[in-house]
């Protein structure tokens, strides 16, 4: 279908989500994937005229998406990769480079304050909007700017401060990330190269960084109370539906162990919230976002 602004954005029919999360779970929905930020203003834009619904995918690392998949338009920001160096630290990444990639030739041009990334298997649209990050800090503090395209397809500019970066939260959920500029600050390669490994065999001695997962699946309920220990303390570790399990190394992660469904995983993160609750009174909330319906629990 063409609008009234002339632009139909290219779209994949039915295609399986899941191949594009790492936790491999979820149905199928129309896909875009824009190769300029243009393309990218120009899709919202026809969502717009057109009232079609649209989500952002970026890695999908942070993302349990539903077996029946969701209705809409699915935005990929694969194709979105420039990445440009300014002076003094200052770098231009597309919302679809990879943090291994950001990480990587940033470093390799003596530019540090990405620790914070290391074994997050995401983009940089997505680590600015959950503001990624953990006891090496977070992203935020390297993030100068963010440039974004609003629904309705209109290109803006907004300030670290205007995008109101918190714990796993920031103002950027109603719009898609185009590109954010870094300031990072000059470091001694081979000293980041050192720190840059310790902190990636710490992580993959303390998480299941092989196995299929969507990262953490809870917001830690205080900074000292981790929902990770919490699951661990409640003896619900390796406690398994379907193909979804929680994992043995860390308590926060649900893996999928082979063909987990949707379905598996949140019966999974049910038992979970309703252990830890039982145990401490505390209700765990989801850091993971979830896409489309979510199945009512059965109940024995
Ligand atoms: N712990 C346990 N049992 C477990 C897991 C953890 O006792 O099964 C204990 C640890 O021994 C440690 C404490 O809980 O004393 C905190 O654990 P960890 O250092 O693993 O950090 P976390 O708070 O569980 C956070 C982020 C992670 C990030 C790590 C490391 C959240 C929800 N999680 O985890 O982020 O990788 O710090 O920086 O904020 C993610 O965002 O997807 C994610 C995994």
């Known amino acids: 279908m063409i609008s ?8 994949t029919k039915s295609l399986l989500l899941s191949p594009l999360t790492t936790l491999r779970v979820g149905g199928p929905a129309d896909v875009c994937v824009p190769r300029t930020a243009d393309e990218l203003r120009l899709a919202l834009e026809w969502c717009a005229e057109t009232a079609t619904p649209w989500r952002v995918l970026g890695r999908g690392s942070n993302l349990l998406v539903s077996d029946d998949g969701v209705p809409g338009i699915v935005i990929h920001t694969a194709a979105l990769r420039t990445l440009e160096f300014g002076d003094d630290g200052q770098v231009t990444a597309g919302a679809g480079v990879r943090t291994s990639v950001l990480l990587g030739r940033t470093r390799d ?6 620790e914070c990334l290391v074994g997050y ?10 503001n990624a990050g953990g006891k090496w800090g977070c992203a935020s503090a390297v993030i ?3 440039r974004v395209v609003g629904a309705g ?6 300030t670290a401060e205007q995008c109101r970066f918190g714990y796993r939260t920031s103002a950027l959920a109603d719009c898609v990330v185009a590109e954010v500029v870094f300031r990072l600050p000059k470091v001694d390669v081979a000293d980041y190269r050192r720190r840059v490994d310790e902190i990636h065999r710490e992580k993959a001695a303390t998480q299941p960084l092989a196995d299929h997962s969507a990262g953490c699946v809870f917001k830690n309920p205080a900074k000292d109370l981790g929902a990770g220990r919490l699951v661990d303390e409640a003896g619900l570790k390796g406690l398994r539906v379907g193909g979804a399990q929680v994992s043995t190394v860390h308590g926060n992660f649900i893996v999928n162990k082979g063909g987990a469904s949707a379905t598996d995983v949140h019966e999974l993160i049910d038992r979970v919230r309703e252990g830890v609750e039982r145990r401490t009174g505390v209700r ?17």
């Open 121 to 130: 298997p995401a983009t940089v649209g997505g680590v600015a909007r959950m």
């Open 4 to 11: 009234r602004i002339g632009f139909a954005p290219s779209i």
């Open 153 to 158: 397809g209109v290109l803006r500019e907004m």
């Open 284 to 300: 765990l909330q989801l850091e993971v976002e979830v896409w489309g319906e979510t199945p009512v629990p059965a109940r024995s």
């Open 109 to 114: 041009r003596g530019l540090g304050g990405l």
């Open 144 to 146: 100068e700017k963010v």
